[in-house]
């Protein structure tokens, strides 16, 4: 069956109220994919031996390449999924074994502020942890110390006049 060149069939270019495809969504609106998943590699897939020319059919070695490339890169993405939620876990647990220690941070004029944490929220991605008062990040934890070790020094208010 020959393939028609002529394109006769018309076709709409200006409507999206009936499309559907990889960018639209079921309104028509366009809704990007960000990467490449299975569905849509198989998509690519049949329409590639769909409209392969029959007088050079694709190389089944090609097609076994792709497929394996697919299947590693489905994967790599399921295992950068899990060592994100274990790093989150990891980051949970340590500010959580912050509890009751002396900690340390540089503050907002840049000096560095000690006190004690008393309590960790999770309401973000990175932790809080409650030193003196104050949410920080526990990120911007510089040092930390069991309560009541030798150097403790008294816990410096961020907020306080210097004078």
């Known amino acids: 069956m020959p393939i028609d060149t002529t394109m006769t069939t018309p076709v709409d ?19 990007a994919k960000k990467s490449l998943d ?8 049949v329409a590639q031996l769909k409209y392969q020319d029959p007088s050079s059919p694709m190389d089944t070695n090609e097609m ?14 399921s295992l950068n999924t899990t060592m994100g939620e274990s790093f ?3 980051m949970r647990d340590t500010a959580s074994s912050l509890i ?14 000690e006190g004690i944490a008393t309590s960790v929220s999770y309401k973000y991605s990175v932790p809080l942890v409650t030193v003196g008062g104050k949410e920080i990040t526990l990120d911007a934890v510089a ?14 208010d961020p907020d306080a006049d210097p004078a």
């Open 143 to 156: 040092s930390v110390r069991p309560a009541g070790a030798p150097g403790d020094v008294a816990p410096v």
């Open 64 to 77: 076994m390449a792709q497929t394996t490339q697919l299947a590693s890169m489905e994967q790599l993405t």
């Open 13 to 31: 270019t200006t409507s999206t109220k009936n499309a559907t495809g990889l960018y639209t969504g079921s309104a028509g609106i366009s809704n």
């Open 100 to 113: 009751g220690k002396q900690v340390s941070y540089i503050g907002e004029g840049g000096a560095t502020v």
């Open 38 to 45: 299975s569905e849509t590699f198989l998509t690519l897939l």
């Open 88 to 90: 989150a876990l990891q």
